[in-house]
């Protein structure tokens, strides 16, 4: 049974270069020379189950036209018909079977071409080795490349093998790392009905994704590509597993499908000096040695050797038809996938595993005497040794192969390289396998892929296709994860109020501190607006000119009663407690100014004393005065001397009696809890408000509450004496005033409440500006009138007349 395959016979034929090559070395096995067994596998569980078998019970068959060959390049004789090592199994499952069978005989099995991961598995593979890098090492690899081209969202399919399903259970794993999810997992069988097509096309075309990973050879690979042209599927961004990352035989029929197609192929070797040469040394005089490369020269070129037996051909009238090969033929004249060396990769691993062979019996024969590594320190015969003892040096064996160091871990695996390619179609439409970056397992955590995005070949377009589950969340966004779903399908969520995302697919959003505040965009904390009522703004140099203005009202006043004090009009209006009133207006008035600016503690502390013992001073004079009417008029009555006990005097001890109570009410607030400065953020978040703390809001209505009882009772006895005859009866005015008094600080109190920030010391500054004016002009408008509009009315017979 032969199953002809011209890669296989170049990796054959590599195989009995790499033992002449090592024969005729003087530094190597200068002793041994290394003889081999050839046996066909068909890539067949079964059928390399019965060749391996028959190796290790040393009983080859004989016939040399069948499909095995023996030779010992030059050997007088083959003295070990059993051989002592195998170099093989292609595919993975293949080397398992074969670990499983040959386990109890600790039988050496070298391979150079499978991959899968669970042969790293020592105890259950104890003499397994291999020159091709494990599968762990390329799915890590895939899985940095779909995450470096942000591709988050991709199908996965493969083979229903062992191969295909570690793989892909290692791809898994691997990739949630990196945010990557699996928009499908499909296996499909080694034979590929139309139903398992159709099965395998119908997830394919339902899928959102157009990034395909498919673990597979190019023989299963074929297939998939004829049934996708059936159906006309174009766009797809094929990546390769190594398996068919190299497989020039799918671009003839379906380089329209793989253009822009990306894979990791294991590396390449530039050329293996004398190889090509003898590739193509063939001749037909010299092939009829080996069953394999008869079959190889009458399928290439197309003719029949005289007396082969090639069974395949048994029966078939096209080979019958043939005409005999005429001698000439040269493998230098005709193209074959055999002879071309341009990408050495399994050959190469080939090459590596025979020296790996080599290495391991020179290091068995430098064995010193006594200190040799088995029992009592003794060493095995190059000649005459087990299995076993051979494994122990190959595990071992560090060497240099055509320049490239060669070394294996623990599990027998070697360090893993691969070439990224790109399958690029040239002007003429052939194939070039262009190497666009690398990636090296040796190399340090997040340098280990490298890769040359500006010479890829798309398949579509100038750009990567993108192929994500859901877009990537912008900064100020959060991922929100659907239920049910992979953690590449979610939701972007806007961070939430005082929290910042600064970079793209954040899981959460973290809060600025107290001092911060999100900008727009929420991908910033930017500083806090800090606001407080300034003289810089209008509002603040509006009400610092009102103040001023009031309080220069008040002394202009002042002082025109103080130019015409002696004239009746202004003393008949006790002119002293007029003067002290006017003075503290004009300290009511600038009280406004400690309300404008920056709070500080200290001048939280002097703004609310300052404004209820200012008021209370107003009030209190203005108490006075209603009292003084009230008294002046009973003193007309006969036998009345209320004057005598309410003299000047007495009118300025109960001004400043008044005012002693607030100031009481203000040093124990002072003492107890006194008012200072505070940063609000509570109103409004981006914005720092300082504000003066009130410290104990029991003090601070208190206050309030002692000028309003002062202001009732100037009120009470204003409101009884506004009707005493007088032509200038002063208490009718003090009512007005104390009503307007009432209408502003009773209007003061809900807006106070309800305003925040500066508006609310605005609100203050106009209810004292408000008030303040209200008893400046209702007291002492009419008697301005009188002095500078009307003097002649300025005397004492018009005071007196009714």
């Known amino acids: 049974m032969r199953c002809f395959n011209s890669r296989a016979l170049r990796w054959m034929q590599t195989m009995t270069f790499a033992i002449g090559e090592i024969n005729q070395r003087s530094d190597l096995l200068p002793q041994l020379k290394l003889g081999f067994h050839i046996r066909d596998s068909c890539d067949d569980i079964p059928v390399s189950l019965r060749a391996s078998l028959l190796l290790v019970n040393g009983q080859p068959e004989r016939d040399s036209r069948g499909p095995e060959s023996d030779s010992n390049l030059g050997c007088a004789a083959v003295q070990r018909t059993v051989s002592p090592v195998i170099i093989g199994g292609a595919a993975s499952g293949v080397s398992m079977a074969l670990q499983r ?23 259950e593979f104890p ?12 799915v890590r690899a895939l899985a940095q490349l779909v995450s470096y081209f942000g591709w988050t969202w991709v199908g996965v399919i493969g083979l229903e093998s062992d191969y295909a399903r570690f793989a892909i259970q290692l791809f898994l794993e691997e990739s949630v790392q990196y945010g990557v999810c699996a928009a499908y997992i499909h296996f499909y069988p080694v034979v590929l009905s139309q139903q398992a097509l159709d099965e395998l096309l119908d997830v394919i075309q339902m899928a959102s994704s157009k990034v395909i990973i498919n673990f597979c050879s190019d023989s299963e690979m074929k297939g998939i590509l004829k049934e996708i042209r059936h159906r006309n599927i174009t766009g797809l961004q094929w990546i390769a597993s190594e398996a068919w990352a190299t497989a020039k035989s799918l671009w003839e029929k379906f380089g329209d499908l793989l253009t822009g197609t990306l894979g990791f192929a294991i590396q390449r070797a530039d050329v293996i000096p004398g190889l090509q040469q003898h590739l193509t040394s063939l001749r037909p005089n010299n092939i009829y040695e080996s069953a394999f490369l008869a079959e190889f020269w009458e399928e290439t070129f197309k ?53 790996l062979v080599a290495h391991a019996l020179h290091d068995m024969a430098n064995c010193s005497v006594r200190k040799g590594p088995f029992l009592n320190g003794t060493c095995a015969d190059p000649k005459n040794f087990k299995p076993w003892q051979l494994i122990y040096y190959m595990k071992r064996a560090n060497f240099s192969a055509l320049g490239e160091k060669v070394s294996f871990d623990q599990n027998g695996d070697p360090i893993a390289y691969y070439d990224l390619l790109n399958w690029q179609r040239r002007p003429d439409g052939s194939l070039h396998l262009e190497k666009v970056g690398f990636y090296d397992a040796s190399s340090p955590a997040g340098s280990s892929l490298v890769i040359n995005d500006s010479v890829i070949q798309w398949p579509v377009g100038k750009q990567a296709s993108r192929s994500v589950c859901s877009e990537s969340c912008p900064p100020g966004f959060r991922i929100a994860r659907r239920k049910g779903e992979p953690i590449c399908c979610f939701d972007c969520v806007p961070c939430a109020e005082g929290e910042v995302s600064n970079k793209t697919d954040s899981l959460e959003c973290s809060r600025c501190s107290k001092d911060t505040w999100p900008n727009k965009a929420r991908d910033l904390c930017i500083p806090k607006t800090i606001e407080f009522l300034s003289y810089h703004e209008l509002m603040g140099i509006v009400l610092c000119v009102v103040s001023i203005l009031g309080a220069c009202i008040s002394l202009s006043i002042l002082a025109i009663f ?34 404008i600016g920056e709070p500080s503690d200290w001048l ?3 703004r609310y004393p300052a404004f209820g013992i200012s008021f209370s001073l107003c009030i209190s004079c203005l108490l006075a005065k209603t009292a003084v009417v009230l008294m002046a008029f009973r003193s007309t009555l006969p036998g009345s001397n209320a004057m005598k006990w ?9 001004a400043l009696l008044g005012t002693a109570v607030q100031v009481i009410i203000c040093l124990v607030w002072l003492l107890t809890s006194p008012p200072h400065a505070n940063n609000n953020t509570d109103y409004h978040s981006a914005t720092i408000i300082i504000e003066c703390a009130t410290g104990s809001a029991v003090g601070f209505w208190c206050v309030l509450g002692y000028i309003g009882i002062l202001a009732c009772m100037c009120f009470l006895m204003a409101f009884l004496a506004r009707k005493l005859p007088d032509n200038f009866n002063e208490a009718k005015f ?27 010391v605005a609100v203050h500054i106009f209810a004292i500006l408000a008030s303040a004016f ?13 002095i500078i509009l009307k003097p002649e009315k300025n005397s004492k017979k018009n005071m007196i007349r009714r």
């Open 101 to 123: 069978s040959l386990g109890s005989f600790h039988m050496p099995l070298v391979s150079y071409f499978a991959s899968c991961s669970c042969l790293s598995n020592q105890r």
């Open 127 to 138: 003499t397994f080795m291999r020159t091709m890098p494990s599968d762990a090492f390329q």
């Open 303 to 355: 003719c029949r050797l005289n007396g082969s037996v090639n069974s395949h051909s048994h029966g078939d009238n096209n080979y019958i038809d043939r005409l005999p090969c005429k001698g000439t033929e040269d493998l230098s004249d005709v193209y074959s996938p055999y002879s071309d060396v341009t990408q050495l990769r399994v050959s190469y691993n080939v090459y590596k595993a025979v020296y």
């Open 562 to 595: 103080f130019t015409c004090k002696d004239t009746p009009l202004v003393r008949a209006n006790n002119m002293e407690l007029s003067f002290l009133l006017l003075v503290f207006l004009a300290v009511c008035f600038l009280v406004g100014l400690l309300f």
């Open 604 to 606: 939280c502390r002097i």
């Open 646 to 654: 309410f003299g000047p005097n007495q009118q300025r001890a109960s």
């Open 734 to 760: 003090i009512t007005f005033s104390m009503l307007i008094f009432f209408a502003v600080w009773i209007t003061f109190i809900p807006v106070y409440v309800s305003s925040a920030g500066k508006y609310t």
């Open 774 to 786: 209200g008893l400046l002009f209702c007291i002492f408008a009419p008697k301005c009138y009188i």
